[in-house]
């Protein structure tokens, strides 16, 4: 099982941006599809919630509604990479950031096997 590990959190003001990147460790990573989760303060990361998602080839990506028109998704196979490019950020925003990857059947692969999930990046919005 390959390695995810995100990047570019931090801590910005009301109507900011930042750029999270989620880098994999191995190429089979292209095969899979990729999600951003959030983890609020004070909830389980299994109850984090959905932020936005991409594909195995990159053509498809679906945002949860608070996130559309503000954030933007897309990954870079042959740099076995996806970033998530986000602006006007508030406070609401304020979370640990995760990605995660499962297999897309789409790419010809068996959905098997367990999500992989980063670490997690802090993003943090001040007033």
């Known amino acids: 099982q390959f390695q995810l590990v995100e990047s570019g959190g931090g801590s910005v003001q009301t109507g900011g941006s930042l750029r999270l990147s989620c880098v994999a460790s191995e190429r089979s990573f292209s095969t899979y599809r990729v999600n951003w989760f959030r983890q609020a303060p004070g909830k389980e990361r299994d109850r984090s919630d959905f932020?936005?998602?991409?594909?195995?080839?990159?053509?498809?990506?679906y945002y949860a509604d608070s996130m559309k028109g503000r954030f933007t998704i897309s990954r870079d196979n042959a740099k076995k990479t996806v970033v998530l490019q986000m602006m006007s950020l508030g406070p609401e925003d304020t979370a640990v950031y995760y990605c995660?990857?499962?297999?897309?059947?789409?790419?010809?692969?068996?959905?098997?096997?367990?999500?992989?999930w980063g670490q997690g990046t802090q993003v943090t919005v001040s007033s």
């Open positions: 932020v936005a998602g991409v594909n195995w080839s990159g053509d498809r990506t």
């Open positions: 995660t990857a499962d297999p897309d059947p789409a790419a010809g692969v068996p959905a098997v096997g367990p999500r992989v």
